[in-house]
């Protein structure tokens, strides 16, 4: 294992991304957590930070006494911070850099090995390194900087390496090389993070956690609650009870889809079907918030009442994955801010039970390979994201039995255009949205005056910032003329050309 001590940069979660990557496991923890040694500890990696290792109130942990124990690597920030604290001289360069520079190879080093003479980094710091402290030296320089990369040549018990630039990001072209040497030539780790361990390790763990006991869990049809189901599942079988609500709110036919899916796979799934439940809470209502409020309200009640006829449950599971639950170190000073997520519309707090959470430590694209690796079908994990409140906040307005059945018609040929024309895989989300809006329109001879229908397909990492997808003219005219043939009481369909920001993906 590898700990990243987090100085509160924005790169933080790239540098755990690229240790996993190298099949490694590793923990981001706050740089003022103390390091406790163990036998599966081999190495640390210092982050970036938006402060400067001059400020009063620069986030600081003592580099030499890390190097004790354990082989060390600070990048960025974590890099001047060792110069610094071992002597070396750092200060406000002239020359800020920020963005693309070349790297020029001085030493041969295992660090380095296998990295080209000249190669592409990404910098972004304001602050250089000008002289280093006695017995360490200089590996690398750019055009710029004088010291890129160096190393300590001997006095510590273990290796000891700074860099300037920043390795975990795609723009540094041979950067996962670099960690990669320093997670196994230098920490001597081996490449034994695979989702195949994760199962089997992950399996093991469950089932002692769990004994003979009996877990709940809400099921959505989404990845992380079936991955984290399916892995509850192989640990303890039949005592794991899945709960999977139709409120009335999901795509065509996607609730009975998703429970023969979950049948395939062999859960123990109820379904259970609340549809007029949710449609009597949320007649009347047309205020997006409050809508919301009563889909997670109503949630719960259906939840909890499922939950209570399964005697003796004590224990409840969730698809809760890391970037809920990694601690962050607030830029805003040395406070640390905890963010807490819960997947499926939050607990019931008449429900004391204890978590079961067996993907708390996996990023996404680890979720979608470990759910690869227990055999879950690939539609389902490639499954485009879907708000829990559903359709609810793609009809706006009011939300009416009868709405949802019009969207959900017209949300179904669109989707399954996508897929037929190879396009699904290449948006990240897409959508059909039901406006208020009704038009003239001609059919035949007759006048109609009926719905319009907005199309939304959006490109993006994260779903934090947005593009609208540039899909073919040829493309939008088939899928329009589908719905406007196909959906009676749609006269009209618009495709929304937003971006996020200022727009958002949803339009509720
Ligand atoms: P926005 O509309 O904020 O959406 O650009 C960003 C992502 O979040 C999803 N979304 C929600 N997911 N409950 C959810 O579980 C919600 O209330 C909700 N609102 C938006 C949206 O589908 C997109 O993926």
């Not at 923990?27 to 990696?45: A, F, N, Q, R, S």
Request: net charge negative.
């Amino acid at each position: 294992k590898i700990l990243i001590l987090d100085f509160g940069s924005q790169y933080t979660q790239l540098i755990a991304r690229a240790v996993r990557e190298a099949n490694v496991y590793c923990e981001i923890v706050p740089y003022h957590k103390p390091v406790v040694k163990d036998d599966t500890l081999k190495g640390i990696i210092l982050s970036g930070s938006p402060f400067s290792v001059n400020d009063e109130k620069a986030p600081v942990v003592d580099v030499e006494l890390l190097t004790k124990s354990l082989p060390v690597l600070g990048i960025c920030y974590g890099a001047q911070l060792t110069a610094k604290q071992l002597g070396g001289r750092v200060e406000k360069s002239e020359k800020r850099e920020y963005g693309r520079a070349m790297l020029h190879k001085q030493k041969e080093d295992v660090l380095l090995d296998g990295i080209s003479d000249k190669s592409q980094v990404w910098m972004s710091h304001g602050d250089s390194i000008l002289a280093l402290p006695d017995g360490f030296e200089v590996m690398a320089v750019t055009d710029s900087i004088p010291v890129a990369a160096f190393r300590a040549t001997g006095g510590y018990a273990n290796p000891l390496y700074g860099l300037q630039f920043h390795p975990e990001v795609y723009h540094s072209t041979e950067g996962k090389k670099i960690i990669k040497n320093f997670l196994t030539a230098i920490c001597g780790c081996k490449a034994e993070w695979t989702p195949a361990s994760f199962v089997h390790e992950t399996v093991a763990s469950l089932k002692q956690q769990i004994g003979n006991r009996k877990v709940i869990m809400a099921l959505s049809g989404g990845v992380d609650s079936t991955v984290a189901a399916t892995l509850i599942h192989k640990a303890i079988g039949k005592n794991l009870f899945g709960i999977f609500v139709d409120n009335g709110l999901l795509r065509k036919d996607e609730f009975q889809q998703v429970l023969d899916t979950y049948n395939t796979i062999g859960l123990n799934v109820t379904g259970v079907d609340a549809r007029e439940h949710f449609y009597t809470k949320l007649a009347g209502k047309s205020n997006p918030e409050e809508k919301r409020k009563i889909i997670g309200g109503t949630f719960i009640e259906v939840f909890d009442r499922e939950a209570h006829k399964i005697e003796g449950v004590e224990l409840l599971g969730q698809g809760t994955i890391y970037p809920d639950v990694i601690e962050s170190v607030s830029v805003h000073g040395p406070s640390v801010t905890i963010k807490s997520h819960h997947n499926v519309g939050g607990l019931p707090d008449t429900m004391k039970l204890e978590l079961v959470e067996p993907l708390r430590y996996l990023f996404k694209d680890e979720v979608r390979r470990v759910g690869a690796e227990l055999g879950i079908p690939a539609d389902l994990l490639n499954r485009h994201p879907f708000p829990g409140p559903g359709l609810a906040i793609r009809i706006l307005g009011e939300v009416t039995e009868e709405k949802v059945d019009l969207l959900q018609r017209a949300d179904a040929i669109f989707i399954n255009g996508l897929k037929e024309h190879g396009l699904y895989d290449k948006v990240w989300q897409a959508g059909a949205i039901l406006l208020p809006v009704q038009s003239v329109g001609v059919m035949g001879d007759e006048r109609t005056y009926e719905f319009t229908l907005a199309l939304r397909a959006v490109t993006s990492v994260d779903g934090m910032t947005a593009d609208w997808a540039h899909l073919p003219y040829e493309f939008l005219a088939h899928i329009s003329n589908e719905i406007i043939n196909k959906v009676r009481g749609i006269n009209r369909v618009v495709y929304d050309i937003s971006s996020k920001p200022p727009a958002t993906i949803e339009w509720e």
